[in-house]
Every structure is written in C-alpha cells, then in structure tokens.
C-alpha cells in the first residue's frame, strides 16, 4: 500500500492551495481517506474525511468551511482544497487509510506528507 | 468535546527499559483508543487499536491495556528503534472524530 501526497508549496494568507493523494498498492474505493496535519515539531490534528464513494465528509472545526475533501476512485486520489487559508494552517499534510473498510478505524496507512507555508 | 491527556510529555530512558506512557481522556471512551509511534522526518505508524490490538507487524513488547478513562501503553523492554514520539487517539462513531493526544517523547 502506497500513499503519495503531492501539492506542498508557500502561498499568502488569503490564498488557495490544493493537495492530492494517489494510492497504489490497495483497492482504493473500498476505504475511507483522511487528511491529518501536523505543524512541525508538533502534535497530530485530524483534518478531515470522505468515505469510499465521497458521500461522507467530516472536517475539523478549524477548516470547516474553507477545505473541501472530494475523490476521484477512476484516479485512485483524494484531493484537499484548501482555501481563505491562513498562517494557522502552515503544516505537513498527510494522506492516511484505516486499518480496515470502516469510515471509523484507526489509520493505518499514511503518505510521507506534503508540507503547506502559509506565509506573506 | 473529549480532550486527551498524555503524560510525561518527555520520558527519559536507557535500551532494555520498561517504558510506561499514560493517556487519560476527559470522558468514558470505551475502547476506542489508538496509539501512533513518530519517528523525527516520518509519518506515525499505528501500533495499538482498540485498547490493546497490536497492528500488523508491531513487535510483542508493545502492549496497550486500559479501559474507560485511562489507558497504557507499555513498551517491555525499548529497543534503539522505540526512541520516538507517541501518540494516543480517541475515535468516535458518530460525529466522526479522531481527536489526537498532545504526545509522550520517549527519549535516551
């Protein structure tokens, strides 16, 4: 199983960015994807999910309303539009899977991460 | 909103030492307790789900035990390899949500 982030780059405050996710290595439309970040040298935050078809989608309350999560199983990705963003959003994004095909399970499969400055 | 706490927040051990991280949720959590090993420049890898299943591949001297409010996660005898950051999550069903200790740093 092979998650591969990819769309890191420095935007402003205000600015829009969107991550990708490809998977290899598994049956991509049988699992729910997550998006988690972490700010460097810090803690883990949960970010956001959509289940296996995209008809779910969570977020955190620190992105509602600015990130959208969709998937494109004909692409084996998932896709994280982050706009409105802001320097509290500066982290590495990960990718990550659940240990099984429950919307609810513990990640068990991550990406390396994508890093996100959001700097003027 | 279940807030988890880990302590210490740095342990400070020698190779074949026990090691004895401790998360405690504000609330009953049941099960549905995960914990994550970081190494510096990589992503976490799971260890335990549900309390106390180690994930596939995870050595036998990880052990998760607890159950309600407080929850363990024993390192037997820690090996070079086990000097990381863990971290604990609390998963709920319904509102989704996968809501991340603060970390415990199990560092020589």
């Known amino acids: 199983v092979q998650l591969v982030e990819s769309g890191g780059d420095v935007i402003q405050p205000g600015g829009s960015l969107r991550l990708s996710c490809a998977a290899s290595?598994?049956?991509?439309?049988?699992?729910?994807t997550h998006w988690v970040r972490q700010v460097p040298g810090r803690g883990l935050e949960w970010v956001s999910l959509?289940?296996?078809?995209?008809?779910?989608?969570y977020y955190a309350d620190s992105v509602k309303g600015r990130f959208t999560i969709s998937r494109d199983n004909s692409e084996n990705s998932v896709y994280l539009q982050m706009n409105n963003m802001t320097t509290e959003d500066t982290a590495f994004y990960y990718c990550?899977?659940?240990?099984?095909?429950?919307?609810?399970?513990?990640?068990?499969?991550w990406g390396q991460g994508t890093l996100v400055i959001v700097s003027s | 909103e279940i807030v988890l706490t880990q302590s210490p927040a740095t342990l400070s051990l020698s190779p074949g030492e026990r090691a004895t991280l401790s998360c405690r949720a504000s609330?009953?959590?049941?099960?549905?307790l995960a914990w994550y090993q970081q190494k510096p420049g990589q992503a976490p890898r799971l260890l335990i789900s549900?309390?106390?299943n180690r994930a596939t591949g995870i050595p036998a001297r990880f052990s998760g035990s607890g159950s309600g409010t407080d929850f363990t996660l024993t390192i037997s005898s820690l090996e070079p390899e086990d000097f990381a950051v863990y971290y604990c999550?609390?998963?709920?069903?319904?509102?989704?949500?996968?809501?991340f200790g603060p970390g415990t740093k199990v560092d020589i």
């Open positions: 290595g598994i049956t991509f439309n049988d699992y729910t």
């Open positions: 549900d309390v106390a």
């Open positions: 999550q609390h998963l709920n069903n319904w509102p989704p949500s996968f809501t």
């Open positions: 609330q009953s959590i049941g099960f549905y």
């Open positions: 959509i289940s296996w078809n995209g008809g779910i989608t």
């Open positions: 990550a899977k659940g240990m099984d095909t429950s919307m609810v399970t513990p990640l068990a499969y």
